[in-house]
């Protein structure tokens, strides 16, 4: 369960902003246009094909390679490191994604071989990073490609990835059409791996089902105000920073970097450069970083406070008094949980005393409906934001160039 | 060795600027004022003694335990991650930072205690979540702390800590009064633990003063003109981008963040809020999460491009064609580094023809030497910056507020 408060002024909004925002994402939700919308029901029936495969996947294999970079693997990552805590038996997930070498190298000797099914996921079915490590994998384990159960692929029909899958005789999950990588989480890209390591993620697929049901109600309408915000003060307000208080949204604030970072840095209409810059930060341990320039800074960012009411761990502070260090001693006898809300919550109100506009989003606790609550929630943001920057969020045309020249520079 | 290259246009620089900044720091440094000027020849001595230490340590323990946060965390962990591919025989070391009741219980639990040596670290001597988890630590151990051999103790020089330490008879290196926490990392908070785990610190301090020098003497002015730059488009450019390409750059990253925000972020003596905003990304993998922001998005960001050209590990592409993937064979027989730098040298040439200010560093290859140039490098960065800034570079007046509500909501 998730609690959102808008602390900034939402008085000043106009009401035809916020409507114009729920009546785009609605159109391309009905229209068929964007399919991420669909996801959370039409996923449930994946599961439970995948969980039909998972007693012959559980006898083999103990560790999942997943071979992926960017929406092919940042939310996976995002959603298995919030569960983890409370799944401590599910398989091992490593991740192939950089074109790094040392880091290709370390998580390549530390895979046992016998015991890892691998995962190649890519959209396109052609990223040069994705299928470069896939040779590597196949070369470095003498994997014997056709009709190998120990390989599968995840990608877009009639890529040259489902192509290659199928004459290969290899398991193959396809990402529909029209739902873009970086909202790809909560199709097969994120429900495979997941369900075959042993997370519950039809109950993931549940909390985003009812979050998208209760924002198509209006039941959420704290999240129209926000994005409207965020758009109307875009110039002033350039950076939007996530200060989330756990290290378990280490990857989720990636995840939602990609997301918004990707998704509202576009050329508008009008030719001209828009965007929002995503920041994600970690309490307590950013406090003793970012927090300065945030307080005393330009006041040229909104920020987003998270934290967790009840841990899964209930951890303490010992009621230990040390000599000379007596000035801590405020803290003896409380959680830690305690503590790292309240250094959120002293954080939070010395942010809003320095005149920042703040928003708060509280998690009950960290379980697999919230999670899949909050992805809808930062999935729906990022929509209505984009439609109310008139831009197309789904596309990403500036990274093209980049990938020409690289292409260039090796076949001369 | 480094090699830096400013591809912005430094014509439109004011040659007074510069000198502004060279004066700035040349005066910090010669009256005595900071002192992290004075680490790279000062701890060159501190080596030495720790070395000394060595035989007995290395023979008990085979971990070192950091307790600490924020500046006395975040550089050992950049000095380590850069470090330890070419140092694989280095101790483990392990971070215990935030007030995570998840993360802290993770940690402890993997500690092997009689073989982990616990060194807590805290400028002030009062950080809250360093003494809370070094208590938890006490506890969970059942550590005798009166004349333990197995704890230390860093700090400034009459702090609570360091009475604490005396008291027990526990072994105890200074921070020098006139260093800051953000740049420690050249003081005991760095050079203690990554000796005792085995680094070549020596080294790493040499390159550092190396660079100094040469700062000094004129060499290395292409400093001066960033900062100046920098400074000068504050307004237009308040975002300063580092995009370092390889995995190990992670932890460089947030330490760079640390040093870049908390320093700049000020108001200044007019009482203007002014400061420069850092975001630390990793290459090849944010090409496909933050780039598309930097190429279409609002132009409000510098760009670093970072780069290695000789990597630890030469790992290849296998030539190795697989039928309907041919189109990313064009890499096929080269080395992962290879195409790491060709990804980083094409985004940069799409970066730049997008009209972003760009500047970039390539590391001959990652050691020790390489690595004390680059902290002196962006220390000096920052000061340079500051004074042009005209701000006190070395405070953190913004985040009291919140540590005086913290304690408030304990109390009553």
């Known amino acids: 369960m998730l609690r959102f408060i808008n602390h900034f002024n939402t008085k000043t909004l106009d009401p035809f902003t916020l409507e114009k925002g729920y009546e785009a994402v609605r159109f391309e939700a009905h229209s068929g246009e964007v399919g991420y919308y669909d996801l959370p029901r039409q996923s449930q029936t994946l599961v439970a094909e995948v969980e039909a495969l998972r007693p012959s996947i559980d006898k083999k294999y103990n560790t999942i390679a997943v071979i992926g970079i960017g929406g092919s693997s940042l939310g996976i990552k995002a959603i298995e490191r919030l569960l983890r805590p409370g799944t401590p038996n599910a398989k091992k997930i490593v991740y192939l994604e950089n074109s790094d070498p040392i880091s290709v190298n370390q998580m390549i000797s530390q895979i046992d071989r016998p015991r ?71 199709s097969a890209v994120g429900v495979v791996p997941l369900t075959l390591a042993g997370f519950d993620t039809m109950s993931v697929l549940k909390g985003a089902q009812s979050f998208l049901e209760r924002f198509w109600k209006r039941e959420e309408d704290h999240l129209l105000q926000k994005a409207a915000y965020y758009v109307t003060h875009a110039e002033r307000y350039p950076m939007n920073v996530l200060f989330a208080y756990s290290d378990t949204f280490e990857e989720f604030g990636k995840w939602m970097v990609q997301i918004w970072g990707e998704s509202l840095g576009k050329r508008n209409r009008r030719g001209e450069r828009v965007g929002l810059t995503p920041i994600a930060l970690i309490g307590s341990v950013d406090q003793h970083s970012f927090l300065q320039l945030i307080v005393q800074g330009p006041l040229n960012k909104t920020v987003t406070f998270m934290h967790i009411a009840e841990s899964e761990e209930s951890l303490m502070i010992p009621d230990l008094s040390l000599h000379y260090l007596e000035k801590s001693d405020f803290v003896n006898g409380h959680s830690f949980n305690e503590l790292i809300n309240a250094q959120c919550m002293a954080t939070m109100k010395s942010v809003i005393e320095s005149d920042v506009s703040v928003d708060e989003i509280e998690w009950k606790k960290i379980d697999e409906y919230s999670v899949g609550e909050m992805v809808l929630y930062y999935e729906l943001l990022t929509s209505v934001s984009g439609a109310l920057l008139e831009i197309n969020t789904y596309d990403q045309p500036g990274v093209e160039l980049g990938k020409q020249i690289l292409e260039g520079y090796f076949k001369k």
Chains 1, 2 share one sequence.
């Open 116 to 186: 890892t099914l691998f995962i190649v996921i890519s959209k396109s079915g052609s990223t040069v990073e994705t299928l470069s490590i896939f040779k590597r994998v196949i070369v470095a384990f003498d994997l014997v490609v056709q009709n190998s159960d120990q390989i599968m692929a995840i990608t877009d029909e009639g890529s040259v990835l489902a192509r290659f899958a199928d004459e290969n005789g290899l398991c193959r999950f396809t990402i529909p059409a029209n739902v873009g990588g970086r909202f790809s989480v909560l």
